[in-house]
Each structure stands twice: as C-alpha cells, then as structure tokens.
C-alpha cells in the first residue's frame, strides 16, 4: 500500500510562513502528478495545488501567489510552501497523488495571533 507521511505544520501568525513536507513509499513517484489537499473543520476536503509529473503546478484561487508546490523525484517527496498565512488557512493539510488514493495522517496547520 502506498505510505503517506506529511511534516512541517504547526501553529503560525497570520502573514507566516510554513514548508510542508511530504514522503512518499511504496509508490511510483515519479510517474504519479501529486497533490496538496486541506480539510478545514466542518468543511471538505478540498485540492489546493497540484504538480504533474513533469512538474506542471495548478493552485486554487484562494492561494495562487502564496503558496507554491514542488517535488523531488529522487527523494519521493513533494513539499508545498506556504507564505502569506491567513486564519482561514487553518486546516490538516494531506498530500495525496492526484486524484486521491488513500490518505495519510495529514498535518495541521493553525494560523492565529
């Protein structure tokens, strides 16, 4: 089964920075597009960026220009930086393949003063 392991969250004042890490096993990595989801208490999970094989990026509006995804095939990693942090950021971030097969723990990120 494919293991999904996600670091780098934590507690961040609004307008902070945070670099989210993603290891990936049991997986072909490199031939996979990956994805970065979030799940926000009471609401769904929703896709916030996505990176193809080739390394094509797609983000969601309501991040474009403030987060940014990126992998690296070698390690079976992908990361998702995080910049500009809101409140309404706040959730567990999973990284995933795209589309989606089963999800890891996740990582929760909380954006308060």
């Known amino acids: 089964q494919v293991q999904l392991v996600e670091s780098g969250g934590g507690l961040v004042q609004p307008g902070g920075s945070l670099k989210l890490s993603c290891a990936a096993s049991?997986?072909?990595?490199?031939?996979?597009?990956m994805g970065w989801y979030r799940q926000a208490p009471g609401k769904q999970r929703e896709l916030v960026a996505r990176i193809s094989s080739g390394g094509s990026t797609n983000y969601a509006d309501s991040v474009k220009g403030r987060f940014t995804i990126s992998r690296d095939n070698a390690k079976n990693a992908v990361y998702l930086q995080t910049n500009s942090l809101k409140p309404e950021d706040t959730a567990v971030y999973y990284c995933?393949?795209?589309?989606?097969?089963?999800w890891g723990q996740g990582t929760q990120v909380t954006v308060s003063s």
């Open positions: 049991r997986i072909s990595f490199s031939i996979n597009a």
């Open positions: 995933n393949t795209f589309p989606p097969g089963r």
